[in-house]
T-cell receptor
Framework: NAGVTQTPKFRILKIGQSMTLQCTQDMNHNYMYWYRQDPGMGLKLIYYSVGAGITDKGEVPNGYNVSRSTTEDFPLRLELAAPSQTSVYFC???????????FGQGTRLTVV | QQPVQSPQAVILREGEDAVINCSSSKALYSVHWYRQKHGEAPVFLMILLKGGEQKGHEKISASFNEKKQQSSLYLTASQLSYSGTYFCGTDPVTGDSWGKLQFGAGTQVVVTP
């Protein structure tokens, strides 16, 4: 079982560039999440999804977009990257509201 | 609204006990506890559902008071391996935010020999 897989692991972007952070899970979980973690800080929820075709904003959605066309994939799109988006991004998934969340290994993004 | 954790940090000697608190302004369906080691992803410790039940993981246990919308994590007879940042995550009850798992800012725990 691969669990939650995030790609890439590291990325450097220039200001104004765009990119997509990939997240896929093979556990047939219906809930998926994107969090960002700034150095020494907690996890802030960017977007979440409770099933294919259903997404909703978290606490810090500005500058990001998501889609959920399949149960397995939940990509996060950054448009017009800004230095404030420098962070570690974690994708997570869980089966339903009573289950533990499994996290990917994270993507370390630097915007210069 | 993110849950609020306290304290922000705690330093323990091996064998000492500590309590980490987590509170929410919203009615909660469940509380999750995770531990994150430096440079790694958070790892699940336990989940508590409304009903005030207590759970344990090694010598780490937790309680959930749904009336007060509070949870506490108890580190008993701490070991060096307990060092890390502990996060509580909360599931609100309200239907329109069902499944919205939000985390507190974390409590950094350092256990020294």
């Amino acid at each position: 079982n691969a669990g939650v897989t995030q790609t890439p692991k590291f990325r450097i972007l220039k200001i104004g560039q765009s990119m997509t952070l990939q997240c896929t899970q093979d556990m047939n979980h219906n809930y998926m999440y994107w969090y960002r973690q700034d150095p020494g800080m907690g996890l802030k929820l960017i977007y979440y999804s409770v099933g294919a075709g259903i997404t909703d904003k978290g606490e810090v959605p500005n500058g990001y977009n998501v889609s959920r066309s399949t149960t397995e994939d939940f990509p996060l799109r950054l448009e017009l990257a800004a230095p404030s988006q420098t962070s570690v991004y974690f994708c997570a998934s869980r089966r339903q509201s009573e289950a533990e969340a499994f996290f990917g290994q994270g993507t370390r993004l630097t915007v210069v | 609204q993110q849950p609020v954790q306290s304290p922000q940090a705690v330093i323990l000697r091996e064998g000492e006990d500590a309590v980490i608190n987590c509170s929410s302004s919203k009615a909660l369906y469940s509380v999750h506890w995770y531990r994150q080691k430096h440079g790694e992803a958070p790892v699940f410790l336990m989940i508590l559902l409304k009903g005030g039940e207590q759970k344990g993981h090694e010598k780490i246990s937790a309680s959930f008071n749904e009336k007060k919308q509070q949870s506490s994590l108890y580190l008993t007879a701490s070991q060096l391996s307990y060092s890390g940042t502990y996060f509580c995550g909360t599931d609100p009850v309200t239907g329109d935010s069902w499944g919205k798992l939000q985390f507190g800012a974390g409590t950094q725990v350092v256990v020294t020999p």
